[in-house]
């Protein structure tokens, strides 16, 4: 089938003024902040407001392994947002915002794609509200205020060794992963070894996307552990009083963005916590909103089932209180193919052997979701080069597994071509779940990580660097060791290895490092050669982004 590019198909969306997309969640005019036309917050007084109605079923979207040949997990969210609506439903979509990075890097952005969409697209992958430019000023005021605290006499006795505070910036660049501050003479401060992540990566993200209120948000934020003493007690943001100014940038941004899809249904896209290094929901707020508007929230995890179903279910339901009714898993012919050992080039033949072979991985993904007490729908996203033996067959397989798989048209027909979906999800959210996390809050730190490297991954061991151990002991004995574990690996594998993939077994797992984000009230587990700030690729998705002759942006998608 030929279709339009998604640029193009979004350009041509009929879309509703924004007040009447939040008059269908029963809100008025005076409930929201207009961003021009077409997208809005939700002002903090009205979410306030809604504590204690009655909720709606959650519903989470997640998938197999990403892998070059596209799962859509972003496209089937919206899918069955829509489908859901069209079946009778109040259905609302929640997703994260895009980071500027990838955009212009490689991955490309985040609103979903062919006939399942939502905008304005254009605005939601570029500086939307401005969400990200506040966490990012947020984090490098608190940067900001050690270095001055320092400079100007240094009260705390911060050691400046012992800084894990860095700075951040919202973009791809490499040559700030490590760098010297400070130089130029006492004016300029105290040279120190530093560097950037990308804003994604801030703990002041995660916070964002974890806080229930301003109250909360400043709470979470004078927690942030930013450097030790010279006798190596921790320093926080709030001993050095930055958490009220931070609190202050972030006023706005923590209010949900109200936009819509292209077949006009609600969807509050909010947040955007790195995927690998913290835990890729997004907000807290607006899944909590959502719930509280609709009868059905659909949401998603960063990356395939291992890392962001998991920190899913075991940080943000956590944390939240929330607990999910049920498990969307997608899956695609072709990306099974792929783990099949099926090239990227040959993936538009048929293979029934190899999507036999690759569906190890979906079957992993499938057990480790009913393994949280989870109801669970395959939902296979179509492309025109599937045949009917190879759905046939993994239907087949999804069938020996006790679990169906739908096939979903979404790309090509919008809500119309998940409307199984959506009725699958609706009779699964209709019985009793028995969710629950897959360690308890007292199990000790190295306990819940190897308990997710053992259980989800299927390594037979994890392997500490030096001082690991030590780090978590001491996190332990000051009172962290209640806090959940947020694993930080290659998505690309259930292992460490990026190139291994189906279903590997009888691997080891290197825990490269620890961090203690205790403002967000988790504790980051750095695996293999994860990286928190990205680099730009030997083409850059830059080089093909302007303006034409109309003064609209080409080269996005």
Not at 254 to 265: A, F, R
Not at 407 to 430: F, N, P, Q, T, Y
Not at 460 to 483: M, N, S, T
Request: hydrophobic share 45%.
């Amino acid at each position: 089938m030929d279709m339009k590019p998604d640029i193009e198909i979004a350009r041509e969306a009929r879309k509703l003024p924004i007040a009447q997309v939040a008059a269908r969640l029963g809100l008025s005019d005076a409930d929201i902040l207009p961003y021009g036309h077409d997208k809005a917050k939700i002002a903090h007084e009205v979410i306030a407001g809604l504590a204690g109605r009655p909720q709606g079923k959650l519903v989470l979207v997640t998938a197999i392994n990403p892998t070059p040949a596209g799962e859509g997990k972003t496209t089937t969210t919206v899918g069955l947002g829509d489908a859901l609506n069209r079946i009778g439903q109040r259905a609302t979509v929640c997703i994260r915002e895009a980071s500027l990075g990838p955009n212009f890097g490689m991955k490309g952005g985040a609103a979903g794609g062919g006939m399942a969409q939502i905008v304005p697209m254009e605005d939601m992958n570029l500086h939307f509200t401005g969400d990200f430019h506040a966490v990012t000023s947020a984090h490098n005021l608190l940067s900001a205020m050690i270095d001055n605290h320092i400079h100007w006499g240094n009260a705390l006795r911060i050691d400046p060794r012992r800084i894990t505070w860095r700075r951040v910036m919202d973009m791809n660049d490499r040559a700030l992963r490590q760098a010297v501050i400070g130089l130029g003479g006492p004016a300029n401060g105290h040279p120190r070894e530093s560097g950037f992540d990308i804003t994604v990566a801030s703990e002041v993200m995660a916070i964002l996307c974890l806080a229930s209120d301003l109250a909360d948000l400043q709470a979470r934020l004078g927690r942030i552990v930013i450097a030790e003493t010279f006798d190596k007690t921790p320093v926080t943001a709030g001993d050095i009083g930055a958490d009220g100014a931070m609190t202050v940038l972030l006023r706005d941004a923590l209010q949900p963005n109200l936009v819509q899809t292209l077949e006009n249904n609600p969807a509050l896209v909010h947040g955007g916590p790195f995927a690998n290094i913290a835990h890729g929901c997004n907000s807290v707020t607006a899944t909590r909103t959502a719930l509280a508007l609709s009868d059905y929230v659909v949401t998603e995890a960063g990356f395939g089932a291992d890392l962001g179903a998991e920190k899913f279910l075991d940080i943000k339901c956590r944390l939240a209180g929330l607990s999910p009714d049920a498990v969307v898993l997608v899956a695609t012919v072709r990306a099974l193919k792929m783990n099949g050992g099926v090239a990227r080039a040959d993936l538009g033949a048929e293979n029934v052997a190899a999507l036999q072979a690759g569906c190890a991985n979906l079957g992993r993904h499938i057990e480790n979701m009913r393994g949280f007490g989870l109801p669970v729908v395959v939902a296979i996203n179509h492309f025109t080069t599937d045949t009917e033996a190879e759905i046939a067959a993994l239907q087949d397989y999804c069938r020996t597994h006790g679990v169906r798989a739908v096939l979903c048209r979404h790309w090509a027909e919008g809500g119309a071509g998940a409307e199984d979906l959506a009725r699958a999800v609706v009779e699964m959210s209709a019985t009793h779940t028995n969710f629950a996390p897959l360690y308890p809050d007292e199990m000790p730190l190295w306990d819940k990580i190897e308990t997710i490297c053992k259980r989800i991954y299927r390594a037979d061991h994890v392997e500490a660097a030096p001082g690991v151990c030590e780090r978590l002991a001491a996190w332990q004995k000051a009172g962290y060791g209640h806090l959940p574990v947020c694993m930080a690996k290659t998505q690309y594998s259930f292992s460490a290895d990026p190139k291994a993939l189906g279903a590997p077994e009888g691997f080891m797992i290197p825990l490269r490092e620890v961090r203690l984000a205790a403002g967000a009230g988790f504790v980051v587990a750095i695996c293999g050669e994860i990286m928190t700030m990205p680099g730009l690729p030997r083409e850059p998705a830059a080089l093909r982004i302007g303006l034409d002759g109309q003064g609209q942006v080409q080269g996005l998608f």
